[in-house]
Structure formats: C-alpha cells, structure tokens
C-alpha cells in the first residue's frame, strides 16, 4: 500500500526536488501537483528533466480532492502558504517548506516579513522540522514547518554545543556561503548566469537575513535567554550547497565528541574526523550532512563546519523525511541516494 | 540474496559512479574495491561524498579473493584493463569499462591506440556494451566491453536511422559537446578550473577521436559497407553531460517517426516531441537519454540531438545496466534514479 | 581634442562594455548616457565595475543635446533602435549595435524578426558593421549598422572562402557554441545561473535563428546566387564567448593558406598554424578573432574555426573600431587590451 | 624612452598578468621571459591569450642579459625566488611576487614555509609590496617583496582601523572566499574543474594558512604587540577574486568614515556606501579594492568586507604599480583597465 501525495507548488525548485526523491519511494504516489500558473501542463513542460515519470499533470489547489490525500507537501511562496495551508482540510497532514510557520511568535514574524501573518492562530500547531531535534514531536504531530535552509546548517553545528553548554551563546559568528538555488526560480538580476558565474558577493548584510529569526527563536530557547548570533550569508556560483563555517569559544576537541555523540545514530549526518573541513561538493542531491571541527590557533577558540544541500537536506529532503514520521514510514526512505559526485 | 561484486580501479571517476548507483541497488553488495596506488585507503579518503557508505576498504587486484565475486566491473585505466583481464578467473562475469575490448579487429585497436593490443585473442569473445542495441548477447555473456560515452551518444542518434536506411550513411556530422568528467581524474592543466571554465574549445579535431573507431565499426557493421561520419568534439565547463548535434540527410519527420517506434519500449531513453532539442542539465546523474528531432530549412536535411551523463549512461550506468542483465537481475534495478537539476 | 560621445542605451551588457572599452581610450569622452527606466541614477548603481569612472548619470533620451555629440553608440534593444535613431539629427555620427539596420531589405527583416521595420527608408544607408570586409564604406559613411556576435563569428570563417571559391556554398554547416552574455540582461528563465550552469543545449534549432538572415544576405551577396547554410546555435554555461565550428568542403591547406593572406595585415585576426583548434579561454575581454584550419579525414572536407569575444569584437569593441574609423582615429586605439585569463 | 623589463617565470599565471597588463604601458618593453622548463617556446604556445603579442621567446635564467633591464619581475614559485633572486645584480630594480621576502624574521619564514631561508641577509632589505601603506619606501627602494593575495585583501580592511584604534585588535575574524587562480597553474586534484565547480570548502583551517605571518606581521608592527587575527579561506568557483568579510568590534559608522578619509585620495581604492557590500565580480581583472562596512544588529560589532582580484590588485597588478614607482613613472600607468563585467 502506498500513501496518496499532492505537491502544492510543484513548479518550483522545492517542489520539483519532491518529486525526484519520491520518483524512487516505494511507499509514496503522487496523486496530485499543483501550480497556479501552470495548471493544465505536464510536468514535463515545465521540467523537463522529469520527464521520464508518470506524473499527473498540473492543476489548480482548487481542483484537488483532498479527501484522497494522506498528505500533503506545501511547497509555495513564503506569504501564499499561510492562506493556503489555513483553509486545507483540520485533519490533512501537512508538510510546510516555506518560511510561514517556523516562527511562533506572530510579532517576531511581523518583524522578519515585514508584514502581519496570515494565520497567526496555527503558528502554535506548526512542529518545526529540524528532525535530528523535534523527532518525537513531528512523530505525532500533522504539521511541520519546514526550517530555513541556512537555519538548517547553522543548527547543525551550533545546537548541540549550545545544549551541551560547550560554547559561549554570545560568542558565535555564523558565516555562510549558498548557492543560488535557494532563492528559487525566481526572475532576479542578480541571479543570472552572467551577473553570478565566477564570483562571490556577501549579502542580507550586518544581521538582516530572515534566517536569523529562526537562530534567534531557537538558540534562545536551548539556552534559556535571549541569544543573538552574528550571520553572514554570501552567494557563490554554485547551484546547491550550504557551508556554513561558525566561529565559537570553546574546546575544540570537546566540540568534537559532543558532536560523534550526539550524531552517533544520526543516519543523515557524519562528523569528520578532527581537523577536517568539509565540502559541499560531497553533499550534493543527498540528505547527507557533513560536520567538522578545527581548533583555532587561539587556544579556547574554534571552527565548527557544517554543510549540506539546500534543496535536500535544507528543504525538500527534509520535508520527506519529516513526512515519512508522519506516515509512519522508515525514517529513511527515499533518503539514501548518494550524494552526485563529481 | 545478493550477488557479490568487485570494482577494479575503484579510484577513479567510473568507479565511485559505480559505487553511487550500487549504494541502493538491493541485488549487489560490493566487497572488493581496488586502487593499486590507494590501497589500505578507506575509500572516503578518497571520495569524500562516499562517506555515508559502509564500503570495504581498497585493496590491490591480486588481494581480491576472486572466487567469492560474482561480477566485476573493470573501471581500470585503457591499456591497464586488458592486462588485467586477461589474467582472471575465466568464469568470471565482467564488465569492462575502458575502451580496451570495444574494437573487434587488433588493427583498428592499433591504429586508434598507437600501441599493439594486450590481450588480442579476447577481442571476439567481448559483447559491445550498447545495451539497447546488443540486449540478447549481454544476457548470454560473461564479457561486456562498454563503450565509449561520446561514441554511445552518437550511435543513439544515428543507429536506428542507418538500420531503417533513413538517412544517407556518407553524409553524416557528429558535432558534439562534452563535460569534463569524461575524462577522468586526471591532472593535466587543461583540466584544471582556471583553463576550463567559462570557455570552450575543440579538441581531436579532423577526425582524430579515438571514439571514431566505434563509430567506424558499428556504423559500418550496420550497412555493410565502410562508413565513416565526420566528428568534432568540443569541451564545455561543465562536469557531467554530453550532448551530439548530429546533421544528417534525410526525412525528419520520418526520422522522428523511427525514433519513436524504436525506443518506444526502452525504459532509459525519452524521444522528445518533434522539433524539441534535450539539455544535458535534463539527464545529469541519471541513466536517460533524451532524443530530438529538427528539420533543417534546407529540404532533405535533418538534425538528431542525442544526450546523456557521460558518468553514468555514457560509462557506469550502462555497466550496470548491463551487469544486470548478466546477472539475471530486472534491467533497470537500480538505475531509475531521477537526474538531478538543479 | 576628445570626441564628445553618446551612449543610448547604457544600463545593458553592450552599453556597459562600451564605457569599458572607452575608458581607457585617450581620444573619447563620454558626455551622455541614456537608460529610459533608470534615468537619474548614476552608472555606479547599474553597474558597480565601472564606480571608479566619471561618469554622467544615465538620463533619458530626450535629455540628450544631441547638437554637442559627434557619435552616439546605439546600444538599444532590437525595435526600440530603428524607432530612437529615425528621429536622431540626420548629421549625427550613428554606430548601431542592435539588429535593426543590418538587413537591407525590410521583407528580409520582416520575415526574422517578425513585424515591419519601423525605418524602412533608412535600411540602404546603413553600412553593415564587420570592418575588416567593409572598411573604406564604414569610414565613409556616417550610419553602420552592427552585425550580429553568431553572424560575425561565423562570417570571419566563412567570407574569405567563399570569396576565394575554396568551397562549396552549398555545403556549408555552422555549428556554434555561445555564451550567455548576447541574450542581455533580461529575466529569462533559460539564462538563471540555476538553469544554465553545468549544463549546454542547441537552440533556434533546425535554421530558425535570426542571423541566418544575416548570413543569407551577405554569403549570397558574395556568391552571387542564393547561398543557404546550416546553423544550429548552442549555449554553454560561460558569460562570454562564441565559438563557430564550420564543416566545410574544400581543401584544408589552400584554406589555411588563404586566411594567412587575408587576415595577414588585419590586427585583430589571428590564423593559428594549420591543425590548432582556437579557444574562447583566448579571446575573452579582448577585440581579437582567433581562426583556426582542420582537415578532416575525409578528403575535400575541412572544419574551420573562428573564436571571438561576443561583447567586444561581436559586438561594442567592433562598434568600438568603426567609430574609430568613422571620427579618423587609429582604428585600434583603445581596443588592443590583451584577452582576460584565466 | 621605455624601460626594459625582464619577467623571471613567464610560464605561470602570475607571469602572463605581467605580461597582460604591461601589453598597453607605453613606458615599458619586455625583452627577457623566462620559464626553465619551457625555454625555447614562444609565449604563444604557453599562453595562447596572447598570441597577438609580440614578445621574446622563453628562456633560461642564466640566457637573461640583466645588465640590460631596468627592472625584473620574479614570479617564480615560493623558494626558487629566493635562490634566484640572492644571485641577481645587486643594483638591479626587482619586484619579487613569491612569498620569499615578505616576511622580515627568519624564524617567523621557516615556521610558516617549513624551511629555512635561502637568502636571510636580504629579509631586511625588501619592502613590503603594500602599495597604498608603504608608498614611499617603494619609491625609494630597488627591491620590493609582494604580498600575499589574501594577506593583501585583509588589510585592505583592516590596517586602517588599527592605525586609528578603532577597533579591538583581539577579536578580528578574517573570513575569505578566493578564487582558484591564486593556486596558480598547478596540477593538484582539488584545483580540476571536475572537482572545484559547483561546490565551495574552507582550506588551511584553524589558523594553519601562511598568509597569517604576514597579518601577525603586519597588524602587531602597527598595534605594537602581537595581534593574531583569526582567519578561514575558503575556496569558491571562480577563477578569479578574493573576498574578505570582517568580523570586528568597533563602531561601523565611524570605520566607514575613516575609510573614506583614508582613502579618498587613492587612485585604486573605492569605499562604497555605507551598508554596501562589494562582489568579487566588480573588480574582476583591474587594479581596483572595493571596501564596504556594514553595522551589525549587536551594537559595537561591525563588518569589513574588501574585495580585489587575487591576479592583479593581489599579485601582479600591484608589482606593476610598485614597477611604476620604482621607476619614476606615473603609479596608475598600465592599470587603470576598467574590470570585466559580466
């Protein structure tokens, strides 16, 4: 038996990264794709690299019945997914990938988006999905709101020390490199081939990037007061990769048996030896993470690395991964495609 | 059950290609990868992105305990291969992936290679590895030579229409467009970043390709004449992709037709909708191969656009493909990953 | 004494590489530049790379006295062009980079680009741009009309031949290899760095793109006859660049022979030695052409190559050498900056 | 009357910028290059990018009639120059682009390059190629040691917030993106297209990366103690450009106002507004340093960012302009090309 799938906003990235993890999960269908402008089109048209598999074509949200869905992956626009998701049917199983329900306080979400929420009364319901950390709660949940894909990395290298209280809260310097697929496929000049290609440029400058909401909501709490990280992101001419590179106070050889403990049945994440950086050429079109440590040549200081594939791991990987807790799926299925090397 | 399978030159391009598909393919466990100049290396030392896999360690060939494989997949450098090959178990299944058993004739061999052949007397016991083309004989042998992956796309352009007489033999151009990865892991300064992206250039111009000795066989078998196509390859800054423009004389709509008929019940190769040309982004780490069909303005004259992952349709994927076949396993077991784009 | 320039049209990639190019030319001075939808803003906000010139803020067409300008660049998009300079004064030196003024015949015109040409009377005084086969018009005249970067690209390789009668007309096949920057910057989906990075496809296939008009007047005109080649355009993931690799009959020394003495006095026209195949790597940034000669192994069948910069040499820098011929300068004052590599 | 120069290692990267950037100085004339493996050989076939040159043939040092030149540039590997450099003429004007002299202790050299010096009498006698920093010992000096790409990019950001004391010298984070050119044209695994494309990693992490004697150098001479910043490179695709983010402690609107001060009268120094961030790609093969500042939202901390290109500004275009001084012509003669955009 397999578990009936509707993609809202498949003609994206996220949503088209959905469909090639679920192209080879024995226990999903895709049943139903969504996108507004599209509709009416085969999913070939629009992606052509999906053009192998048979996939209903694209329709309107309203044309879908989701009385036949077990569950659905909400793939839209940050803003649209509010409206959307709050009039799905109470009792659908809903995986969010935009940014609408990450942030619990209606306030804290004003201040990021720069405007009120849609459905400030779900924002309560929303599990956050960073598995590794809400396992139980997306287990019994029917809603997850999947993390920034740059909140995802920086987590990863950041969390366990924090819980752990191996670093200073005040102390941490989060610096990012992402490529260009996690600001979609969105019609941006500065996300042409010629205005990217071959250079690199920092960007959301001196702590403005959204992300930053969710560092704040989440370090905050795992420490038990307000905690403000600093975070630079910068696009480099890559399509998928996250690196982030953290500058914490604290024991670097201490960090890095926090993290063999704590990752030590993490099936999607590998710490790397000590000393060694990671890369996100070894990541990529996988859920993997990768995770390593330095010391500083500043005794009490050290590097923590993390990267992943922002459309797998950071997204749409995630959300399947969520998804298959939900269901009651193998945590992992679907999931354990090697990364695509080189 | 599964079967029992050695990598030789596991340190390679093709070899980790190889491991990446086999990682979920649930009939082949891998236990015998080597490396001569690696060996005792785990092979996450030496392709990090394989680090998730639990893969033994690489070892030298004359360590391998041939008796206990099923199947072994020759990913050995040309020249390299014949030499080893020749020296094992006769009864082992194996699917060589250099170029050095693609000829028939120990002349040709010669002329392409400059040098006289290893094992001349294995030259006829080899299957040409074009799945699509040589299926029954890859089912019967225990000895497949894969073919060369800029040579495998030309032939899915051309083969059907020379076999169906649909095009004049004397008149063709196969101009074609290559990734890097091609070939192989190798350090010359034209390969490096620096000379390689943003750029493109011709290479073995003049008909000077070593792959034109595959054409000349097969297209010449095909006719029963001596057929020789003109062929220019050109290099292109990306790592993975090949993708033949192919001019040809002949009816395009008829061209078309043939394709469709032809490839109507292949599971790996997409005939696009007449007067579309494919993108090698479309089939990136996937074992497709996307077909299109243009009529020129000129009367008479046609093109065929041909394009697959020259790492895994083009060398790894087909080996598989083909070991799955000789091992008595589904075909395309293992294979239907999805590419990946972005 | 400088010549009073204008640039209209300054806020895309031939109207920045013109500042480029003029930057450090010591004869012209740039007093206006237009950009209708970014007018009053300065030049540093469109284009950051040329922050450290003096430059006028972009300003509107109308706002041009056009009585203080020896020669306006008109680097507008195809249509906005014939429109804008049928209502420049009539003395007024004019180089145009668009396609509105390179076909002579406006049913010719209408057929490519698909409308009536909007100054159909102007089309005859317009003298077609490639200066090394039009110098003495294009000193003489006050109006030239760019040529297309695919259309001179192919026409360095070609012209010489078929002026000669080294091959034949009719066998002629122009296989090209572009990049990204001579589609503009315009929000194209095709042209995301997500979409085209890593990747390359044909395009215009099966003899549709625009400047087979091109090659249609200007091969026929030589000819003396209609003259129809083939042409497949591909893209290629790198910003600047076209390759044409033309397949050919003829004889490949007396074809080589023939370019060395025709291009022997051309200062920007390379002929490498027989046998070298040119790079884009080689010319990027720079005015220069690189032609490269193959025989093939077929005898009477030769490939030619011809590499150029599409920005520079196929597009402002050729702009660039005519206006220096039109205003009297030395034909390659400030157009001798060596090629950018890596 | 134009000045001979000799360029000792014409072969690498670093060698043909040199000869790039002095291809349009009117003041200089090349009339020795020397590469000792590839003596013998036109540049052409070495560098066919400039091919349209008219330059000596390579040759051997020891070929080299110094007593002809006027001034040598050594772009030679780390340790050769030294070797070479300790046997040149001693009156001879040389502007060393290895790392052999810029640091002043020979301890300090053999702790960072593993080896003792070849050539300690001559540590003191180099200045350090800072151009903007140490102007008139250049002036004054025959012998000028260049800096470290990345070194150079840091204290661009960096030395003038020390000089003034605004800054804590204790918490300086240096975190750099750089192209791979910097590696020159070597023929390392990590530096193959198929590699480095598509994908990023941090390298000579935890403070091991040499150019960190020439900060500690640098920064403790002007602090008066020692300062050791911490500083993580990482590798990004592209071939060209460095990019530098700073993490400092101090108030972001006064840093801004004192790189205006310091800077205003620099020909290659632009400072953006404040709340800018510089690209890699508006600097792309030019002389120019674009420097921005942004306040972070934790009051009291800012960030630096300077971006150059590693090629010119870093290497070859500041021996240019340090040749220039040296030599009693105009610093900007040869180096105000605008950068290459797209």
Chains 1, 2, 3, 4 share one sequence.
């Not at 999913?43 to 074509?57: G, Q, T």
């Not at 009039?87 to 659908?92: A, E, G, W």
């Not at 030590?264 to 590998?270: L, N, S, V």
Request: glycine share 10%; aromatic share 8%; with cysteine.
């Amino acid at each position: 038996m397999t578990h009936s799938i509707a993609i809202l906003g498949a003609s994206g990235y996220t949503g088209a990264e959905l469909v090639r993890l679920i192209a080879t999960h024995p226990g999903l269908s895709i049943t139903a794709m969504t996108g507004e402008r599209k509709a009416g089109q085969p999913m070939a048209s629009v992606f052509p690299f999906l053009r192998h598999l048979d996939l209903p074509d694209l329709c309107r949200i309203d044309e879908v019945n989701f009385s036949a869905v077990d569950l659905a992956f909400c793939a839209l626009p940050h803003g649209t997914s509010a409206s959307v998701i709050k009039d799905l049917p109470h009792d659908l199983k809903i995986v969010d990938l935009s940014a609408d329900f990450r942030l619990k306080d209606p306030a804290v979400y004003k201040r990021w988006y720069g405007k009120d929420h849609e459905a400030p009364e779900m924002l309560g319901s929303a599990v956050y999905g960073l598995t590794e950390f809400y396992r139980e709660e997306i287990r019994a949940t029917r809603f997850v709101a999947g993390t920034g894909c740059n909140a995802a990395t920086g987590q990863y290298a950041v969390r366990p020390l924090l819980s752990a209280g191996l670093i200073d809260p005040d102390e941490i310097v989060i610096n990012l490199i992402t490529g260009v697929s996690g600001a979609g496929r969105s019609l941006k000049e500065n996300l042409l081939h010629a205005e990217l290609s071959e250079g690199a440029n920092a960007y959301a400058i001196g702590g403005t990037h959204r992300h930053l909401g969710e560092f704040d909501q989440e370090f905050s709490a795992i420490v038990g007061r307000k905690v403000e990280v600093q975070f630079t992101p910068h696009l480099a001419p890559m399509n998928r990769g996250i690196l982030a590179t953290v500058y914490v106070r604290g024991d670097a050889q201490a960090i890095h048996a926090e993290f063999e403990r704590v990752y030590a049945e993490e099936p999607f994440i590998e710490v790397l030896p000590f000393g060694q950086a990671p890369s996100t050429h070894d990541v990529r079109g996988s859920n993997f993470v990768h995770v390593g440590v330095a010391a500083d040549r500043r005794e009490g200081r050290a590097q923590v690395f993390a990267t992943l594939d922002n459309l797998t791991k950071g997204s749409s990987g995630q959300a399947l991964q969520n998804a298959n807790l939900m269901l009651g799926l193998p945590e992992t299925e679907g999931l354990m495609l090697a990364p695509l090397f080189p």
